[in-house]
Nanobody
Framework: QVQLAESGGGLVQPGGSLRLSCEVSRGSSIGTMGWYRQAPGKQRELVAEITPAGSTTYSDSVKGRFTISRESVKNIVFLQMNSLKHEDTAVYYC???????????WGQGTQVTVSS
């Protein structure tokens, strides 16, 4: 079983910054890792993802403001969020693909609230 532990969410004012972290319990065979978010009444959407080789993908809504990175030795993925907006408010979920079947495992989610 692969477990993901997220941290770093909270309340921040518009224009502020937060850094999310997600550590995966299994040390090997971890593939692409990513962050998704789900706002109230909306579907879960991709925010950013990063492959083991370091290739990244971002949603258009966060390009230039968010940066995803990973520490492959420890299987930790980070999401640096700058210039936060009200519309970034959501529960943020970490996702990791495991093994040759690329089974998806999810974290429990961490709340990010952008409000003045």
């Amino acid at each position: 079983q692969v477990q993901l532990a997220e941290s770093g969410g909270g309340l921040v004012q518009p224009g502020g910054s937060l850094r999310l972290s997600c550590e995966v319990s299994r040390g090997s065979s971890i593939g692409t890792m990513g962050w998704y978010r789900q706002a109230p009444g909306k579907q879960r959407e991709l925010v950013a993802e990063i492959t083991p080789a370091g290739s990244t993908t971002y949603s258009d809504s966060v390009k230039g403001r968010f940066t995803i990175s990973r520490e492959s030795v420890k299987n930790i993925v980070f999401l640096q969020m700058n210039s936060l907006k009200h519309e970034d408010t959501a529960v943020y979920y970490c996702k990791a693909l495991y093994g040759w079947l690329e089974t998806a495992f999810w974290g429990q989610g961490t709340q990010v609230t952008v409000s003045s």
